[in-house]
DNA sequence: CGGCTGATGATCT
DNA sequence: GATCATCAGCCGG
């Protein structure tokens, strides 16, 4: 038993309940900061330990909101708690949890994970044995988790194919960053990361000081 | 490690 | 038609 319980963390999990998560969506990009996603498929488990997270805001011009609802963003819109997944350069999916309450369209994009379980599964899907690279950037994590499109809308705090359970471990300290990858808004420091973890993406510059 | 570049296609103007 | 919340590969230091 002890084995299995090993190799299955997440059956010591239970999902984030959605009162607990924060309505404002900045303090929601930190809370997920050491909470567990799990994508739970027909051949097993894949989870991982999310320790880089971006809030997107409303009046934000780096947001895909900023221009109102269109039929890519709707899920954004969606009570805190929700996916939206899109895809971007012609080859990448990116996974946001949508924040704030029913008719606001602001998210966190996830944009790294410490992989758990299913670490053998990850590896295969993602031509790389280097663990540390399995899920570093929002490409990566949604490759290795093999979230796409039709993860669109789901509701993240039941058990699903996609969901975001309770902390596995006590997250250090946080740091806070710009954001990467944007032309606009580039100053606002809505980027956060697990000081110190060996998972987050970006420039080293950016993941030092607080 | 940091910097640069091409790939590739959905989305919105 | 431009833009894009990226990545892998390649180069120089």
Redesign the pocket.
Known sequence: MVEIDSKMPTRRLRPLRRRELPVSTVRLARYLIGKTLVRQLPEGTLAGRIVET?A?LTGDA????F??P????RS?YLERGHA?V???????F?L?VSGGHDGTGE?V?I?AVEPIEGIELMEHR?R?KSLK?LA??????A?ALQVD?RLDGVDLTVRGPLWIGTALQRSSAIGTSV??????EVHRLLRFYERGSAFV?G???LNLSA
Do not use: Q, V, W
Not at 86 to 92: L, P, Q
Not at 136 to 141: A, D
């Open positions: 971006e997107y780096a947001a895909h909101t221009r109102g269109t039929p890519r963003n954004l939206y899109y895809f971007t350069y012609g080859n990448h990116m946001n998210g994009l944009r993602r790389t690279d570093r950037g929002p490409g990566c994590l490759s499109r954001r990467i990858g944007i032309t606009k993406s420039p080293r510059r």
